[in-house]
Each structure stands twice: as C-alpha cells, then as structure tokens.
C-alpha cells in the first residue's frame, strides 16, 4: 500500500486531484499506474478510488514549479479512464488550470505581493500557457469566496483564466486543415464540419445537421452522441491527431454542435433567453454530453466564431467587444477576446470560481508497480 499526498480541488464545474510532483516521483511507480489505481479507473462506478465516475470527476493534474522564463507553474493534465484502465495525457483541462493557479498562491509557487496575484502556467501536455488571476487581499491566499460559475450554485474564490495564444495549440494552425469548411462521412451521408484548433482541438457541427435545434436537453442531444463519435474519428486524422485507421484518443478532438440562439431552459429548470446569449452549443465529453462546456472547448467556439468561413461564424450573433456568450445546457458562460500586441493570437479570458475541498493522505494500492 503506498501513500500519495493529494488535494482536491473545484475548478470551475470540475473536480481535480492536484499532486505535486516530487510526491508522485517519490512514489518509484509509473504515474499512470499510480493513477489508475488511486481512482479505481478498471471500474465504471471507482467506488474503490477517489474518482468521480464522470469526465468532469475523474481528472488529476501533476505539477511543479518551473524553471522556464515567464513562467510559475507547470503541470501535466490527466483524464483518468471510468471503466477503462487508460489515462488520457492529449489534452489540457481549463477547470483544472483554474485548480492549479489556486493551489499555486496556497503551496507558495508564486510569490503573493498584492491585493491581487497572477499565477503563469503551462500546460506540458500541449505546450499551451495561460494565467490564472486570484484576489489576494493584504497579501493572504483566500480560503473562500463568493464567486459562481453556471453548473453550479456552490461559491468559490473568483479566478480570471486567461489562454494565452491559443490559436493552434496542438497542431500548429487555427484551421488545421487549411479550410473554415470540410465534410466528413456520418452515418447518413455527407456532413458540413469546421475543424479548429485553439484551446483545443475541436470538430464543430450545426446542429440541424442531426435534425437538432442546439439548445437541447442532455438526454435529447444524447441522442447524436453515436453519430459524433464517428464523425470524431473521422476528424482525427484530417486534424493530425492520429493516423488513419489508428486509435483515436478519448480527450480529443473534442466534438459538439453549433447552432443560432434560441429560448431554452437550463438542466437546473432556469430560462434563458435568445437575447442573452449569441452562440448555441452542446458538447460531448469522453463520448457523453457534456453538462455544461469544458473550458478548452469554450476557447475553440470563441476562435472558430470569430474566424469567418466557419459554422460557428456563420450561425454566432457578432459582437464588437471580442465577447462571446455561449448558451450551455448549465446556462451562459461568456468568454472575450482580448488582441495581443505581438501578433500572436486573441488571449480569451474566462471567469471561473475555485474551492480546495480536501487535503489528504491517499492509500493507493498497487503491486509491483501496477494497479493491484
């Protein structure tokens, strides 16, 4: 039985491990070993293991500090299997980066010397940096905050995430294909897709495509799950994220549909109207709906409704200010576009809210270097 040292922390409407590097190694076992065995990924309930049984409850983030110039914190990103006994290092978690720049100001990785401090990140899995921006009041890290996010009505400290540079994160272009436009091959013919890299990879779909409307239930738009799960596979290889015929991974490309605003009620009952939000969206996490939007995914949306040619551009109410409010099945979450001055891509900035909610001495079992 070995013990890892662990805190648990919300990020935005997901919950993340974070475990500090030097604890993991200290372990002698293979991070992803020791991973599946701490959330109990080889069952579907990880009633056995710190795991949520969801995609938004089985994530975990290794960091330290860096070296690097510019920046404070890195950290690896890892989507932990439910029922699969994989780990998922292709992506980068914004909700976790939020968790990351909070336990950052409380394990001292970046000097707190104003009523406000900003935590550099980067993500090792990607290569993508960003900034999480806490209130530290009289110098202090905030234990509690009153800050909300949509998905839920629990408070936490209020975090400014910003992603810096994001266009082509992963593959090098905004547009990996060259194109705002492709067609892949769903189970009923031919489908228009807007392929986009920013935050992360992204294969987007209108959503009248799947005779939808955008703005459905979790349990309606489930229902065009199968059909973006194929058309996702599709996706990949165009994308440069896997070889033709080969694996895809889970993370990505993230997959979802778009569609223009339209009245809807949130999954908690609330009703938003069409004037409130400017882009409709549902997206698919490790092949379910998504029940509000995974960060990443909010910054593909941003940049794809910004780039004219794509099928967010084409159905998004435009606005002047670089804001996007996106009509998620938890309610709206807004993003803005700030333009940088070195001719690098758009920084999007986002508004989470963070708790830590556990310290704690994990009992991981495993034998011989593997899960036991």
Known sequence: MLRLQGEMIRGGTSKCWIFDHRDVAATGVEVDALLLAAFNAADPRQIDGVGGASSTTSKAAVVQASTQAGVDVEYAFAQVGIGDERVEWASNCGNCATAVALYAVHHDLVPIVSDTTTVRMLNVN??????????????????????????????GVPVLLGFQDPAGSTTGRALPTGRALDELTGPDGLVEASLVDAGAPAALFEAKAFGLDGTESLTAFATAVPA??????????????????????????????????????????????????????????????????????????ATAAATPGTLAHRVARQTADGTLRLGTPAGVVATRAVPALDGASPTVLLHR???????????????EGRPA
Do not use: C, F, W
């Open 126 to 155: 990607t290569g993508a940096r960003l900034t999480g921006t806490i209130p530290t009041p009289a110098g202090v890290a905030p234990e509690e905050g009153t800050a909300v996010v949509p998905g839920t009505s629990a408070p």
């Open 228 to 301: 973006l799960t194929l058309l996702r596979r599709q996706a990949a290889p165009a994308m440069g994220l896997a070889r033709e015929g080969g694996p895809v991974s889970h993370a990505v490309p993230k997959a979802g549909i778009v569609a223009r605003p339209a009245l809807y009620r949130t999954t908690q009952g609330m009703l938003v109207n069409q004037d409130e939000y400017d882009l409709a969206v549902r997206m698919v996490s490790m092949h379910a709906p998504h029940p509000a939007i995974g960060l990443t995914s909010a910054v593909a949306l």
């Open 353 to 367: 809210a963070a708790r830590r909610i556990a310290r704690a001495e994990l009992l991981v079992p495993v034998l």
